[in-house]
């Protein structure tokens, strides 16, 4: 008796034990079918589009920590910093790497400083095509759909997409645009190629929405003995 009593709890625990690793395959089951089904809610390029475009737009400002990467014309550069977005236009890029760069953008003119530029070139925005320059209007009237052309979608790693266009009106500098963002929106990288085979690769972490922006912060002053001048953006 005391032999079944023990072979009899024995096959107890072992249904259980079963059970419960049928229950970890089913319920892990169901973590895939519902990763697939996210995916497949976003049926088009033009509707993970409108996605980024209702996180964005329902925005006042933004702040958020980029890496800007360069590759081309035998050159290799990483810089990094913080940009501050804010309606309608605005935007301050202060770099970290390399310390002092800055680009600011106060809705009317564009202004390109970096340590030892004893002139600033002042740049309208209706002549302005640096490759920052379109992220500004991520807050306010964000329409990736009419922005890009040929537009295309791709899934990307821990369930982001990677949408894809070619800016309309600049096919002649920039052969692609591919833009990395969350299910939610949120973008997470950018890679523009050019047409000439350079590519611009910016990587944003710790996105701050609504981020304190005040005015100020979009005004450029220049040091003592830096001149503002008209003229073209740098390359």
Not at 50 to 74: E, I, P, W
Request: charge should be positive.
């Amino acid at each position: 008796m005391g032999r079944q009593k023990r072979e009899s709890r024995w096959q107890g625990a072992g249904h259980r034990l079963c059970f419960s690793a049928k229950r970890r395959g089913l319920l892990l089951l169901a973590a895939l079918c519902l990763s697939s089904r996210v995916h497949a809610q976003v049926v088009s390029p033009q509707a993970f589009a409108a996605v980024v475009d209702r996180h964005y737009n329902s925005l006042h400002s933004l702040s958020v920590h980029f890496t800007q990467k360069f590759d081309g014309m035998g050159m290799h550069r990483s810089e990094s910093g913080v940009l501050l977005l804010k309606k309608p236009q605005k935007m301050r890029w202060t770099y970290s790497t390399p310390a002092g760069k800055l680009f600011v953008l106060d809705g009317h003119n564009a202004y390109f400083y970096s340590p030892g530029d004893t002139e600033v070139p002042r740049v309208p925005v209706k002549k302005l095509d640096d490759l920052r320059s379109p992220l500004r209007f991520l807050l306010g009237h964000t329409q990736l759909e009419k922005e890009l052309g040929s537009l295309r979608l791709a899934p990307a790693e821990n369930g982001s997409y990677v949408l894809m266009g070619v800016p309309k009106g600049m096919e002649q500098r920039i052969a692609s645009v591919s833009i990395t963002a969350r299910a939610d929106g949120t973008i997470q990288s950018m890679r523009i190629e050019e047409t000439d085979g350079i590519v611009n690769t910016f990587l944003f972490s710790d996105e701050v929405p609504n981020a304190p922006a005040p005015d100020s912060a979009f005004l450029f002053q220049p040091p003592a003995g830096v001149h503002i001048v008209d003229g073209a953006p740098p390359v």
